[in-house]
């Protein structure tokens, strides 16, 4: 309650105590109180829009203008089909949120160094016009290709989300692309160049309750995908309906989806899991069990497995008139085959043995292990792999994912109801219509990741060096380093991009990036940085209409979105900070196209409401976008039991690789290989290139002995039920709930005198962080594991290596940039660290 409102009850209050108290005889006195100026009750709906995939709806409960509390779905009984949508701890958290101390409430000029966090208050006026003034002269100077939108998602709006920032950009010649993201970026590479497809189109979930044997490779829907009707959600209803399930999980840590669930827990130590793939698949084929029971499966859907196979797709390729694949054709080479290559012979005859003896020196798993998993992949009549994104986030994580995916191929179940490939689940979702960004002119565009070089060497940065895409050739630079930077609803211009301290030194620099925006509702890390801030509205100020996301399980839902609260301060939605800037553009009515925010969501609503993927919605949808959001929550279950690569399989389909197969040898990797810059030119240790999936000593890796010795913990990332990347870290609820603390195993407690709730410093050669211990026996000897995305907040102590001790505990400010050798990804959970108690 606000105390305006307070106040005014109060004095209420004590005007009828004291009429009271004053009752004489006469019926005068007997006068009815006033009513206290409290309002009714006023109930909306609106969503948790952070990206874990859910967009959660919450039941918004305000009065006079203040919202008092947050409550989650709780409207049916939950059923088969139909069932509650329950949000999580952070979606319950969001009336602190709200409210947190650090809302941005009016647009602010920096007047310090970037990165002091010294701001002044100026009107959105003045903002609007310096930023769509510098816009327009910095397109005018270097090109569209200068200007940036960095990667961000913690706002899934429909209508006011920062594609707003697209538009404007598209309506004046567009700005420079960026493909990826940070979640994903290596195992869309390993995806396609296995299956021709983008990793997430594996079985869905509910079909593991068809499964014999699943094997999850740091698969944890249980804390990623909290929802509860999401994917961990579906995971829970599989288990409870697969009667007798055996489960194996491979995770540096025993985490929530584990805790009795499973049959087995293997901790295995990060970046090692291509050698783990090589070891069963050694027992697979030296067994024998492969030529008698899969190889005609392999031969009929794959190419690569032995040399056989690719002379005979070399030979398609080069007889097919494809001046592409013609080009494949010339590097292609059948000596490079899987089966040579895991029983080392031929070529690698000079190799190890891929023995389980072998993987245990690597991997940490006990050589009996591989011996048993071979033996229940085999036996399994529809075995489910599915491999989590922490393993593609690695040093050559493209390797390791693809490594992982040859195990589904070995098995020849692929397509039986049941089974699964290794990628990650797929899901469907109701569909929504948003604002339309329009198409971008610029054609080139740079990995997500590689946005932080591109600001000094984006002018020389090359498809060869760099992966840069839309170039006329190879060696035909990018042309122009970014100038400007919006940032919005994002965390990666400092805290979640790798290497926060270099980051830093880059956006210091005003000689590189002249104009950085950043639109948020919090003053983030990264924020500090900006030269202007708009604050932008939350969830619950926002009319809004939105879906569930990407990873909500079988149910899918729209959420009409009404305002609990008039948006406070001088806070505007990202919709109208974008339009502000347009007119300063001279493209403002291009931009509205003469529509007001009512108008444009009754546009979407009814865009919505008439596609057939939404037909046979609870409740049905009403006539018009503000009967819906009296209504609030739509939901639908898709009835959606995809088996991964059954159209290919079982109904001819042939897949979007070159081959049209499953490729256990990548013509496309092929030519990379023979015209990327690699390891050769690089002097990046690991960072190779292969046809066939190959494990690889990297940097920072398990069996780097170049910084073992100053260096000897690995360190692991891991997504932390507390936040959502970084969104709600500062939320003082979430953080008392769930501890920010470093796990460490009994045995390098004891070995390093270690006890819980000590304080250590860890480092390297990139940075210190100041964390505190929790011991626990749920991760792996050798390695700590610290949760990702605490707010990064450099103190006043030197640490070990003359950086600032980061006493915020950020992860990145430990982390490596260098981009991936294929996807030019981001590497974030290689780290090795040193400790010291402080």
């Known amino acids: 309650m606000e105390r305006r409102s307070f106040l005014k009850m109060s004095a209420a209050m004590g005007c009828a105590a004291s009429v009271t108290g004053c009752k004489t005889s006469s019926d005068d006195a007997n006068v009815v109180p006033p009513k206290p100026p409290v309002g009714e009750e006023q109930i909306t709906w609106s969503s948790c829009l952070v990206n874990c995939g859910s967009n959660c709806p919450v039941k918004v409960f305000s009065r006079d203008g203040v919202i008092t509390r947050v409550e989650t779905d709780h409207d049916v009984v939950d059923g088969d089909d139909i069932y509650q949508v329950r949000a999580c701890a952070r979606g319950r958290s969001l009336r602190q949120r709200t409210y947190a101390v650090d809302r941005l409430k009016t647009p602010m000029k920096r007047v310090g160094k970037r990165g002091e966090g010294k701001f002044v208050p100026i009107s959105w006026d003045e903002a609007a016009k310096t930023i769509g003034t510098k816009l327009t002269s910095v397109?005018?100077?270097?090109?569209?290709?200068?200007?940036?939108?960095?990667?961000?998602?913690?706002?899934?709006?429909?209508?006011?989300?920062?594609?707003?920032?697209?538009?404007?950009?598209?309506?004046?010649?567009?700005?420079?692309?960026?493909?990826?993201?940070?979640?994903?970026?290596?195992?869309?590479?390993?995806?396609?160049?296995?299956?021709?497809?983008?990793?997430?189109?594996?079985?869905?979930?509910?079909?593991?309750?068809?499964?014999?044997?699943?094997?999850?490779?740091?698969?944890?829907?249980?804390?990623?995908?909290?929802?509860?009707?999401?994917?961990?959600?579906?995971?829970?209803?599989?288990?409870?309906?697969?009667?007798?399930?055996?489960?194996?999980?491979?995770?540096?840590?025993?985490?929530?989806?584990?805790?009795?669930?499973?049959?087995?827990?293997?901790?295995?130590?990060?970046?090692?899991?291509?050698?783990?793939?090589?070891?069963?698949?050694?027992?697979?084929?030296?067994?024998?069990?492969?030529?008698?029971?899969?190889?005609?499966?392999?031969?009929?859907?794959?190419?690569?497995?032995?040399?056989?196979?690719?002379?005979?797709?070399?030979?398609?390729?080069?007889?097919?008139?494809?001046?592409?694949?013609q080009e494949y054709a010339k590097v292609m080479k059948p000596e490079e085959n899987y089966r040579d290559y895991i029983l080392s012979q031929g070529i690698y005859a000079d190799q190890p043995l891929k023995t389980p003896e072998w993987a245990e020196n690597i991997t940490g798993i006990p050589a009996a292990q591989f011996g048993q998993i071979a033996t229940d992949l085999q036996n399994a009549q529809a075995p489910y792999i599915v491999v989590g994104a922490g393993v593609n986030r690695q040093a050559n994580g493209e390797q390791s994912m693809r490594a992982l995916y040859m195990l589904s191929v070995l098995t020849g179940k692929l397509g039986t109801l049941g089974s699964s490939n290794g990628e990650l689940p797929f899901m469907s979702s109701m569909s929504r219509s948003g604002i339309p960004a329009g198409s971008n002119p610029v054609k080139e565009s740079i990995s997500f990741f590689t946005w932080s070089e591109a600001i000094h060497n984006g002018e020389t940065m090359t498809a060869r060096s760099h992966g840069v895409r839309g170039t006329d050739d190879l060696d035909a630079p990018l042309g122009t380093n970014i100038k400007v930077i919006i940032s919005a609803s994002d965390s990666s211009l400092l805290n979640q991009h790798a290497e926060i301290n270099n980051t830093a030194k880059i956006l210091e620099d005003e000689t590189?990036?002249?104009?950085?925006?950043?639109?948020?509702?919090?003053?983030?890390?990264?924020?500090?940085?900006?030269?202007?801030?708009?604050?932008?509205?939350?969830?619950?100020?926002?009319?809004?209409?939105?879906?569930?996301?990407?990873?909500?399980?079988?149910?899918?839902?729209?959420?009409?979105?009404?305002?609990?609260?008039?948006?406070?301060?001088?806070?505007?939605?990202m919709y109208e900070?974008?339009?502000?800037?347009?007119?300063?553009?001279?493209?403002?009515?291009?931009?509205?196209?003469?529509?007001?925010?009512?108008?444009?969501?009754?546009?979407?609503?009814?865009?919505?409401?008439?596609?057939?993927?939404?037909?046979?919605?609870?409740?049905?949808?009403?006539?018009?976008?503000?009967?819906?959001?009296?209504?609030?929550?739509?939901?639908?279950?898709?009835?959606?039991?995809?088996?991964?690569?059954?159209?290919?399989?079982?109904?001819?389909?042939?897949?979007?690789?070159?081959?049209?197969?499953?490729?256990?040898?990548?013509?496309?990797?092929?030519?990379?290989?023979?015209?990327?810059?690699?390891?050769?030119?690089?002097?990046?240790?690991?960072?190779?290139?292969?046809?066939?999936?190959?494990?690889?000593?990297?940097?920072?890796?398990?069996?780097?002995?170049?910084?073992?010795?100053?260096?000897?913990?690995?360190?692991?990332?891991?997504?932390?039920?507390?936040?959502?990347?970084?969104?709600?870290?500062?939320?003082?609820?979430?953080?008392?709930?769930?501890?920010?603390?470093?796990?460490?195993?009994?045995?390098?407690?004891?070995?390093?005198?270690?006890?819980?709730?000590?304080?250590?410093?860890?480092y390297n050669e990139r940075g210190s962080i100041a964390v505190k211990v929790r011991i626990t026996p749920r991760v792996a000897p050798g390695v700590f594991a610290l949760g990702q995305g605490a707010w990064f907040n450099p103190g006043n102590t030197v640490g070990s290596t003359g950086h600032i001790i980061d006493e915020g505990g950020a992860i990145n400010t430990l982390t490596r940039y260098q981009p991936s050798p294929v996807a030019k990804g981001n590497p974030q959970h290689t780290n090795r660290v040193a400790i010291k108690k402080i």
């Open 577 to 762: 900070a974008a339009a502000l800037i347009a007119k300063y553009m001279g493209c403002e009515a291009e931009f509205t196209e003469g529509k007001t925010e009512e108008q444009w969501l009754e546009e979407l609503y009814q865009k919505t409401r008439d596609n057939s993927n939404n037909l046979g919605v609870v409740p049905a949808f009403p006539a018009t976008y503000k009967e819906a959001q009296e209504v609030g929550f739509f939901r639908k279950n898709m009835n959606d039991n995809h088996v991964a690569l059954e159209s290919y399989i079982k109904g001819g389909t042939a897949l979007s690789t070159p081959s049209g197969k499953i490729e256990i040898y990548s013509a496309e990797l092929a030519w990379r290989a023979a015209n990327w810059d690699q390891e050769a030119t690089t002097d990046v240790k690991g960072d190779t290139i292969t046809a066939i999936p190959q494990y690889t000593v990297t940097w920072d890796g398990y069996e780097d002995e170049d910084t073992s010795t100053d260096y000897p913990i690995q360190l692991a990332g891991y997504h932390t039920k507390g936040r959502t990347h970084s969104s709600y870290h500062n939320v003082p609820w979430l953080r008392e709930a769930v501890e920010d603390a470093v796990w460490v195993n009994p045995m390098d407690a004891a070995e390093n005198g270690l006890s819980s709730g000590d304080k250590i410093e860890m």
């Open 139 to 325: 397109i005018a100077e270097h090109g569209n290709k200068a200007i940036f939108r960095s990667y961000g998602s913690g706002a899934y709006y429909g209508f006011a989300s920062n594609a707003c920032f697209n538009r404007l950009f598209n309506l004046n010649g567009g700005c420079l692309n960026a493909y990826g993201n940070y979640s994903w970026a290596q195992q869309m590479e390993a995806a396609k160049h296995t299956f021709g497809t983008g990793s997430t189109s594996g079985s869905s979930t509910v079909t593991l309750a068809n499964s014999d044997f699943l094997l999850g490779v740091a698969y944890n829907p249980s804390e990623i995908r909290q929802s509860g009707s999401g994917e961990g959600y579906d995971y829970l209803k599989a288990l409870q309906k697969s009667n007798g399930l055996k489960v194996v999980m491979l995770d540096p840590r025993y985490t929530d989806s584990m805790l009795g669930k499973e049959s087995k827990w293997l901790p295995i130590r990060p970046g090692t899991d291509a050698a783990f793939a090589e070891a069963i698949a050694y027992q697979m084929i030296s067994s024998g069990w492969v030529d008698n029971n899969s190889l005609n499966f392999i031969n009929k859907y794959a190419v690569g497995f032995d040399a056989a196979s690719i002379a005979q797709q070399k030979e398609i390729f080069a007889s097919s008139g494809d001046a592409t694949k």
């Open 512 to 573: 590189g990036v002249e104009l950085i925006v950043s639109c948020d509702c919090w003053m983030t890390p990264g924020a500090k940085f900006a030269d202007i801030i708009l604050p932008d509205t939350s969830w619950l100020e926002s009319n809004d209409l939105v879906n569930d996301s990407y990873a909500s399980g079988a149910l899918g839902y729209i959420t009409a979105m009404k305002s609990a609260i008039e948006p406070m301060w001088d806070c505007k939605s």
